[in-house]
């Protein structure tokens, strides 16, 4: 059975535009294990204005999802993070320790806009990075900005940020540009890590092809260190320059 992490899933229920049960949760975990997935990082969305969760809420939201889990059979380990979007709200709360890091506390998924990336975005990393937070900037792939020249995550890297590549985009689950942009990502080594970011079963047909496309285009070891180590590391913040 392979060990790969996956750092982010939508699989806790009812609370952004993942899976909305506590059955459908055990179904995605159930179906990610399946696929070779030994733990697995809930990373709820937390975006000012359309996904209003606060660490407290999100908290409370996974506790209450653990007596079921612990029945059911199957299912990979579980942790609690978030998909920070980094608007001003969001940004301040991690800065003053109010948003949701992975459990070690030293890394934290970000998500940018997709049409552009926000002004000041280096001084912002930087500034976490000084609260001892490393970003890890969620499926690059998926930002315009990127499609026109992927030079332009440069400064981000050279400021210790790590790439988390959405394997689903290697399948065609985001359309072409999407696919051409991962591929030369992915050729290029600018990754770190690769997930599913499921929100549902069905997104998995897209996971699935998206892991063997990678294996196909980056070989056996860079792509195992992809799913397996470069997550792991991320999921216990021991990242290193």
Not at 41 to 62: I, Q, S, W, Y
Not at 81 to 99: I, P, S, T
Not at 169 to 177: D, E, M, P
Request: aromatic share 8%.
């Amino acid at each position: 059975m392979r060990s790969f992490v996956d750092i982010h899933s939508h699989w806790l229920p009812g609370v952004d535009d993942g899976v909305p049960t506590v059955q459908d949760s055990v179904e995605l975990l159930r179906a990610l294990r399946k696929l070779g997935f030994q733990r697995v990082c809930a990373t709820p969305h937390m975006r000012t204005g359309l996904f209003d969760n606060t660490r407290e809420d999100l908290t409370r939201a996974f506790d209450r999802v653990q007596p079921t889990l612990d029945e059911a059979e199957g299912l990979p380990d579980v942790a609690l993070g978030c998909e920070h979007h980094l608007d001003d709200v969001v940004f301040q709360r991690l800065v003053d320790g109010e948003g949701l890091p992975y459990p070690a506390g030293k890394t934290a998924l970000i998500e940018l806009p997709y049409d552009h990336f926000p002004a000041k975005l280096r001084e912002r990393f930087h500034e976490l990075r000084m609260k001892r937070i490393r970003p890890v900037l969620a499926h690059p792939e998926r930002y315009r900005p990127v499609w026109r020249n992927m030079e332009i995550l440069e400064p981000l890297l050279d400021g210790g940020t790590v790439l988390q590549l959405d394997v689903g985009a290697l399948a065609g689950q985001y359309g072409r540009h999407t696919r051409r942009c991962a591929e030369q990502l992915a050729e290029a080594g600018y990754y770190y890590c690769a997930s599913s970011d499921a929100h549902r079963v069905k997104d998995l047909g897209y996971v699935e092809k998206g892991i063997q496309r990678l294996f196909d285009l980056m070989g056996n070891e860079e792509a195992e260190f992809l799913l397996a180590e470069g997550p792991a590391s991320v999921l216990d913040g021991k990242v290193t320059d």
